[in-house]
């Protein structure tokens, strides 16, 4: 079994540190990854910390991995050593149920098994990204696009898909008028991948420090929501808004910025529960849904059209050692926009 080096969370308390532990030999249909870059989500602190629950320790997180294929089952038929490939947010599923027949298996009816602290089919504890090795089941393993710079592919893997799912799914087009709330890891790439997608978006951020970002990451235009008058002055201006807010907010206030038959996506997850009015919904025939991540197709499908538009995500590049320090600047929101970290640093 290979032995892989890693860095770990031992406690909710305590700060990452090297570990070591065993990946499973791959079996017929499984694929070994050299992993070259691992993307560090904010999911990853919450889970270290125990902030959602149910954390085992020791946990490697990280679930936006890329890297090379270094060894292939005798079975394996997508890949060959030496590709360029990934691993997103989970690494199996049911298989049978409804949801994972229709390549929707983040929704998998007997749940996804998680990249990292999840139990896989054996009982054993998945491990994440911030390690040198993964053996994943070649149908839960994506294909990087050639022209995609691998250190800048990595968050495509949850931030990309996260934000690419919904503006898909709910029919975003060219011409659509698209409000992107916050501006951060998953807020850059919902700029990014509306423009592409010929929207025009607008970038709606607490803080005015962000219009020249917005503006250069190819936002039309900008509006500071720590000002009042932008809620009436915008009343009835979009037929999407994509909210990557995860900090309690006032969706009533966002609602009304929909025109009629608009839609409000919700990618965040505030730790606390938001009041909802029915009236800003009732009276102009809006919709507030929700959406995780996509499945293996979509995300196929999204990481193909980042290649084909030359769409990557903007980084930070950190050694593993400094990861404590990299959460600390997350909290802050001192990051343009995703830190990523280059696993050769492991293996040093």
Known sequence: MPTVQAYAAPSAKAPLAPFSFERREPGPHDVLIDILFCGVCHSDIHTVRDEWGKAMYPLVPGHEIVGKVAQ????????KV??????????DSCRECTNCQAGEEQYCDRGMVGTYNAKDRQGTVTQGGYSTRITVNEQYVLRIPDNLPLDRAAPLLCAGITTYSPLRHFGVKAGDKVAVVGLGGLGHMGVKLAKEMGAEVTVLSTSEKKREDALALGARHFAATSDKDTFKKLAGSFN?????????????AYLNLLKVDGTMVLVGLPEAPVPLAAGPLVFRRRRLAGS??????????????????????????IPVQKINEAYERMIKSDVRYRFVIDIASLRK
């Open 72 to 79: 292939v089952g005798k079975s394996v038929t997508r890949y």
């Open 82 to 91: 030496g590709d360029s490939v990934g691993v997103g947010c989970f690494v």
């Open 240 to 252: 999407f808004i994509l909210d990557t807010v995860s900090a309690p907010h006032d969706y009533n």
């Open 292 to 317: 995780l991540i996509g499945g293996i197709r979509e995300t196929q499908e999204m990481l193909d059209f980042c290649g084909k538009h030359n769409v990557a995500a903007d980084i930070e590049v």
